[in-house]
């Protein structure tokens, strides 16, 4: 372990939380060098919602390769791409009669984020963009600018500008749509006509906070009597992770835009795009331009996983059976530790449950992994234990995970009232 600490720089972190040295991975499982498994709730923070090593995507990626299949293509046409163009139309766009253009960005999340704040003030012509408390859009300057940890801010150097920031829904009581509305009407609110809104729908980092339906329809019809773009960062909570391929589908609403990475994917292989209604696409070529924005091998496993779980229903009812199994462990654990936990949060299967004090979220993950799972927090002061294991686990395979999350909190709470007396 000496050569990581040696040479690795300080940033690093999950491996600050599960100090083991990995070697191979199926599935929902981990496996060591010194052959011991852990279960993973963790599933590379959303990036691998088709487990680890998927045997279906793997073999269509070794054929792929087998054949000499082109590995890098900046953004000239391949029949990688097609075949992803292709299934991305036919069974995720309409089906759920929706329009979108597509462009490939550098393959991460941040990258395309920055690519849908660029776009939109690009078609209207204004800087401003409106983001909301406790969201999380990445790293880079421009996508920093519109994520609210302080943690990650203080990373950035310099001032970071050309957003404005709202309550979310349920944030400290206020209703910042109404506050939105309010000052757009009022021509000394400070505000300036903002060229979109930014936001997640399920709040993954910032402690899976969710949207209601109510909430998000309203806030598109302010936009739209605004003439302001909705962009949808659903990098973390699509892909199915909250039980749709898209977050948004239950409230109706159609976005302007949608970023997506993480799973989309499909391996865990790096990928990231911007989903644009095709009136918005104001780019001359090369304006926004990364030079892996065309990973093939990216773009067959992709496909592979849209045309395997996405061609019907079974894979959306596999979720909410798994999801409801999470929510009435999580329920329970509510009701037996009061003393330990406040609410339960999220939906599908990126839930959570909220911890009365930061300790206790951080107990519990580690105890956990002294058990043999992988999990982590979420949430402004890391409160939340995060359940967020991949979308293919089986029934048995997750009550493994939760039957260790439920004793890890047992043990908490016998320790914590041992404390106290």
């Known amino acids: 372990m000496d050569i990581f600490n040696k040479q690795e720089s300080n940033v690093k972190s999950y491996c600050n939380s599960f100090p083991v040295l990995f070697t191979a991975a199926k599935g929902c499982w981990l496996k060591t060098d010194n052959g011991d498994r852990y279960i993973d709730f963790l599933a590379g923070a959303g990036s691998l919602n088709y487990g680890h090593n998927n045997a279906i995507l793997k073999k269509a990626?070794?054929?792929?390769?087998?054949k000499d299949g082109i590995t890098h293509g900046l953004d000239m046409h391949t029949e990688a791409k097609a075949a992803f163009?292709?299934?991305?139309?036919?069974?995720?766009?309409?089906?759920?009669?929706?329009?979108?253009?597509?462009?490939?960005?550098?393959?991460?999340?941040?990258?395309?984020?920055?690519?849908?704040?660029?776009?939109?003030?690009?078609?209207?012509?204004?800087?401003?963009?409106?983001?909301?408390?406790?969201?999380?859009?990445?790293?880079?300057?421009?996508?920093?600018?519109?994520?609210?940890?302080?943690?990650?801010?203080?990373?950035?150097?310099?001032?970071?500008?050309?957003?404005?920031?709202?309550?979310?829904?349920?944030?400290?009581?206020?209703?910042?749509?109404a506050l939105l509305e309010t000052m757009l009407n009022d021509n000394s609110s400070g505000l300036d006509k903002p060229a979109a809104v930014l936001l997640e729908?399920?709040?993954?980092?910032?402690?899976?906070?969710?949207?209601?339906?109510?909430?998000?329809?309203?806030?598109?019809?302010?936009?739209?009597?605004?003439?302001?773009?909705?962009?949808?960062?659903?990098?973390?909570?699509?892909?199915?992770?909250?039980?749709t391929f898209f977050s948004f589908e239950p409230s109706g609403i159609k976005p302007d835009m949608i970023t997506l990475s993480k799973s989309i994917g499909g391996y865990g292989l790096p990928m990231a795009v911007v989903l644009l209604k095709p009136e918005l696409?104001?780019?001359?070529?090369?304006?926004?331009?990364?030079?892996?924005r065309g990973n093939n091998h990216a773009f067959i496993t992709a496909t592979s996983a849209i045309e395997t779980y996405w061609q019907n229903d079974d894979f959306e009812n596999h979720i909410a059976d798994r999801s409801q199994q999470v929510k009435k462990t999580i329920d329970r654990v509510l009701k037996r530790f009061p003393s330990l936990f406040v609410r339960t949060k999220g939906r599908g299967m990126m839930q959570g449950i909220e911890c009365q004090r930061p300790e206790f979220a951080s107990s519990i993950t580690r105890h956990c992994f002294e058990n043999g799972m992988v999990i982590e927090t979420a949430g402004p002061n890391d409160e939340v234990v995060k359940f967020f294991s991949p979308l293919t686990i089986s029934e048995s395979e997750l009550e493994q995970g939760l039957h260790i999350f439920e004793k890890a909190a047992e043990h908490v709470a016998t320790v914590s009232t041992r404390k106290a007396s």
């Not at 696409?281 to 892996?292: L, Y």
């Open 61 to 66: 990626l070794i054929d792929y390769i087998d």
């Open 85 to 177: 163009l292709t299934a991305l139309r036919n069974h995720i766009f309409e089906p759920r009669n929706l329009d979108y253009k597509v462009q490939f960005t550098g393959p991460t999340g941040t990258n395309a984020v920055e690519a849908a704040m660029k776009l939109a003030r690009k078609v209207t012509g204004r800087t401003n963009i409106v983001t909301f408390t406790n969201g999380f859009h990445g790293c880079t300057m421009g996508a920093l600018a519109a994520t609210g940890n302080q943690h990650h801010r203080g990373g950035s150097g310099m001032p970071l500008a050309g957003t404005s920031r709202l309550p979310y829904e349920g944030y400290a009581g206020v209703d910042g749509l």
């Open 201 to 243: 729908v399920v709040q993954g980092e910032g402690g899976l906070n969710v949207a209601s339906d109510a909430w998000l329809q309203k806030l598109c019809k302010i936009c739209k009597a605004h003439g302001i773009l909705t962009i949808v960062d659903d990098i973390q909570a699509g892909c199915g992770r909250t039980g």
């Open 281 to 292: 696409d104001k780019w001359s070529p090369g304006e926004h331009n990364g030079t892996f």
